[in-house]
């Protein structure tokens, strides 16, 4: 770094540390200047592998042609408007998402964040089935707004006041957690079982919905068994409920399929999409029947924030489906997923520290232990290896839940052979260099 740049360096730090929240501890060590495909550019010019897709939206890779032009076309036309305005892209949108889903998701609406396309998925089922107990999965993440934060277990929820009431965790299908400590390597859904009878043992008899990730991003890149949302979908059926599906991670191609609910059997009755669908500009979408829809609007449903429905993003949205579909992103996924999957497992063979490697598509989750036969997490050894992978020119993105040291590996869907194989270089030089600290405690 010249020494002017290391002063403006160092003037951005101070800057930092004097008027910024920090709302996650601490900042990385970088400041990141510009970002194009997989690549991240720090302050030096530096080029750094984006394996967690900026926060797990920019599946397109960062500032794609497709989301730039729109953003700029947008900017020429229309960017904001009153909520209850349409604009030729609030239509064309849906539609476009409409040709990629099933009979019965047709009808939808634009929020713009996760928490927000939650938060209306909620009210929806909430208004249309007369009910307000909500049960999700242990180790979900739906949002930080206070319904979907009431419905997120996987950490965060200390501290910050009550949650609403009438929401409940059900064990999730983790197989290598068995969170009932009843099955080993293999999930055979005692949990589910067990989980809705103790539900229903707590409900007021009030059920609106059940809400989940199909594979769960912050909980550690949790893969349902074979069948676990079939029965799912039989359980809130029984008792009235809808089933709700985050798609925030998971859907528009990461998984090797256009939406995960595809390879399951089933069909949610509302499916939120977000991160991915604007790539990385602030768009999501709640989407449901029109029987339900018609329901809710008979009813009076009300969900209305400043930029619902916003042209600007939504231009975005109409352009990332394209090249969803038109790039084949799914397959992408479907063919570099393994080939990411044997290399990590190679990593696995000669590092002690990787406990398990688990993944769909280009979704890949591999977990840190101090120990392969108890299985206890290694925060400290987590941490350092984020740091070193950084350093050496790889970011991955921590699962956030509580009480595993877990990595996702969710890179842009475009990455190429040659960016996996630098990427899995550097993971296995950061394993070597922080072996020594598998076992350390601070
Ligand atoms: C599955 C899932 N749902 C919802 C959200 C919340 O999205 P947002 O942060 O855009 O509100 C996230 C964010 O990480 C997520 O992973």
Same mark, same amino acid.
């Given at each position: ?190 949990? $589910?079982? #067990? !989980?809705?009878?103790?539900? %229903? ?6 059920? *609106?919905?059940?809400? &989940? /990730? ?99 993003? $939504?231009? #975005? !949205?109409?352009?990332?489906? %394209? ?6 992103? *799914?397959?992408?996924? &479907? /063919? ?107």
């Amino acid at each position: 770094m010249s020494e002017g740049a290391n002063d403006r360096y160092r003037e951005l730090w101070d800057i930092a540390d004097e008027h910024l929240v920090r709302y996650r501890g601490d900042f990385y060590p970088l400041v990141v200047e510009r970002a194009e495909g997989v690549y991240i550019y720090d302050q030096d010019g530096r080029a750094i592998l984006d394996f967690s897709s900026g926060q797990m939206c920019a599946t397109l890779g960062h500032n794609h042609p497709a989301v730039v032009g729109a953003l700029k076309r947008a900017s020429e036309k229309v960017i904001h408007l009153y909520t209850n305005m349409m604009s030729p892209m609030l239509v064309e949108l849906a539609d476009k998402l409409a040709d990629l889903l099933p009979p019965s998701l047709q009808k939808s609406m634009f929020p713009n964040t996760g928490s927000e396309s939650n938060e209306a998925a909620l009210r929806m089922a909430k208004i249309h089935t007369g009910g307000y107990e909500v049960v999700g999965l242990s180790g979900s993440w739906h949002g930080q707004t206070v319904g979907a934060a009431s419905s997120t277990y996987a950490t965060g929820r200390k501290g910050h006041g009550p949650t609403l009431p009438g929401t409940m965790a059900i064990p999730a299908p983790n197989s290598y957690h068995c969170p009932i400590k009843h099955c080993a390597g293999k999930c055979d859904m005692t949990c $589910l079982d #067990v !989980g809705f009878e103790m539900a %229903d043992r707590q409900s007021v008899g009030q059920y *609106a919905a059940f809400i &989940a /990730e199909p594979v769960q991003g912050a909980g550690g890149v949790v893969i349902p068994p074979e069948g676990y949302f079939e029965r799912a979908k039989e359980k809130c059926e029984e008792r009235g409920m809808m089933m709700i599906l985050d798609e925030a991670q998971t859907g528009l191609g990461r998984v090797g399929k256009n939406f995960a609910f595809e390879g399951m059997g089933i069909k949610p009755d509302i499916l939120t999409l977000s991160k991915t669908l604007g790539a990385g500009v602030p768009l999501s979408a709640t989407v449901t029947s029109s029987e339900i829809e018609e329901s809710c609007y008979e009813k009076g449903f009300s969900y209305y924030t400043s930029h619902l429905s916003d042209p600007m993003p $939504l231009e #975005v !949205g109409v352009s990332v489906l %394209d090249v969803v579909v038109n790039e084949k992103l *799914a397959e992408r996924a &479907a /063919e570099m997923g393994p080939y990411v999957m044997k290399g990590l497992k190679e990593l696995q063979a000669r590092h002690e520290a990787i406990g398990d490697v688990r993944g769909v598509g280009l979704f890949i989750g591999v977990e840190f232990v101090k120990d392969r036969e108890t299985k206890e997490a290694a925060p400290v050894f987590l941490k350092r290896l984020l740091a070193r992978s950084l350093e050496l020119g790889l970011n991955l993105i921590p699962a956030s839940a509580e009480g595993i040291s877990a990595v996702r590996l969710a890179p842009p869907l475009f990455v190429t052979r040659d960016q996996v194989d630098s990427a899995l270089g550097i993971l296995d030089q950061a394993l070597g260099d922080c072996a020594k600290d598998l076992n350390s405690t601070e």
